[in-house]
């Protein structure tokens, strides 16, 4: 049974924002990253502003996704998208976010409105998905709103790697992202 690993330093950000900031509504414009051999599926929320920039997913320099990955699947960090992108089909491991379209201000998850779910049916049709796991609890939560329904897949929530995060130390993350393990071997 699927469970929120490490949900216990999760910890929920304000999303303060400066005066007469408005949500602008975006579309999500990176494509999944997904083949056959994928075994987990890793759900983000949307896209921050650097992940847009730099076009692929936790972009920020900050974001402690790929030194986390690279730690728990003991490899060295990549670094180009190319290499990220590698990694993860190598491992069997499909990344994509939870929302297809939202109204956000800036990188706040706790301003998204009007958010619109991503199609995750070619994922599942293509990939042995055996898992499926939100990087933060935002995610989560619209995942079970919007998509849990359509795909009657559970989740389970990991904590965010997001530098808002502070609460959670890099090796508590680690600790928690080794639940995915199990789900990659055959």
């Known amino acids: 049974a699927l469970h929120a690993a490490g949900s216990r330093c999760e910890k929920t950000v304000s999303g303060a924002m400066p005066s007469g900031a408005s949500a602008a509504r975006l579309v999500h414009t990176i494509a999944p990253v997904y083949d056959a051999r994928s075994r987990v599926l890793l759900l983000g929320t949307f896209p921050s502003p650097k992940s847009r920039a730099s076009g692929f997913f936790?972009?920020?320099?900050?974001?402690?996704?790929?030194?986390?990955?690279a730690a728990v699947l003991d490899v060295p960090a990549p670094r180009s998208n190319e290499e990220k992108a590698a990694l993860m089909l190598s491992r069997r491991i499909a990344l994509w976010d939870v929302l297809q379209s939202c109204g956000i201000t800036?990188?706040?998850?706790?301003?998204?409105?009007?958010?619109?779910?991503n199609d995750l049916s070619p994922i599942l049709r293509a990939g042995d998905i055996r898992a499926i796991f939100t990087t933060g609890k935002k995610a989560f939560d619209l995942y079970e709103k919007y998509i849990k329904s359509a795909t009657g897949i559970p989740a389970a929530a990991l904590p965010s790697t997001s530098p808002a995060n502070c609460a959670c130390s890099f090796d508590?993350?680690?600790?928690?992202?080794?639940?995915?393990l199990p789900y990659l071997e055959d």
Do not use: T
Request: hydrophobic share 35%; charged share 25%; net charge positive.
């Open 106 to 117: 800036g990188a706040s998850d706790a301003s998204i409105k009007d958010p619109k779910p």
């Open 172 to 180: 508590r993350l680690c600790e928690a992202y080794r639940v995915i």
């Open 58 to 69: 936790y972009g920020h320099p900050q974001n402690r996704f790929w030194r986390v990955m």
